[in-house]
């Protein structure tokens, strides 16, 4: 078990709707690495950065479908890695991605799937989600829904494209 940070800054996040591919370098994935792989997300913390007032209908959601041709390497100032320095590399690390090189992700649009809402007003504006024991969001495998997660701008919900920076706390077991 191993706790990671999984950071973005000075994304922009690019409004999508529900069900539509995601803009490539617009939104944070985290797919798992193997069939039975189960990671929880603890938390979710995301502050705006536009210069004007952008409502962003932030939304976590699995994952419809998942991003194809390989996750583009994370490049600073994004960056994935341990809480604890003395972590052990994990033998199947879980995906984290801003692009991927053939297909982006598609955030499920099926009424079925959970979709944790974190809207907030992107100028200057911060939500920040932290799961209460046993309310983590988990996800399970490597497949589509429940192996891959998205945060991103749903167009859906309202959400206008603004700049954004984000982070994700996970573990994985």
Request: hydrophobic fraction near 45%.
């Amino acid at each position: 078990m191993a706790k990671r940070i999984f950071t973005s800054q000075a994304l922009t996040f690019g409004a999508t709707a529900h069900g539509s591919q995601a803009t490539s370098g617009q939104y944070m994935s985290l797919t798992g690495a193997s069939a039975t792989q189960i990671t929880d997300i603890l938390e979710v913390m995301f502050s705006g950065k536009a210069t004007a007032s952008t409502v962003a209908a932030i939304d976590l959601a699995r994952q419809g479908t998942l991003g194809t041709g390989g996750a583009s390497a994370l490049a600073a100032p994004n960056s994935d890695g341990p809480a604890h320095f003395a972590t052990a590399a994990l033998a199947a690390p879980v995906v984290p991605a801003v692009a991927y090189v053939t297909n982006q992700v598609i955030p499920s649009n099926a009424a079925t799937d959970a979709k944790l809402n974190l809207a907030l007003n992107l100028f200057g504006g911060i939500v920040r989600w932290n799961a209460s024991p046993t309310q983590q969001w988990t996800m399970v495998g490597n497949t589509a829904p429940g192996g891959g997660s998205v945060l991103w701008n749903n167009s859906s919900g309202g959400g206008s494209s603004g700049l954004g920076d984000a982070h994700i706390i996970y573990e994985t077991y």
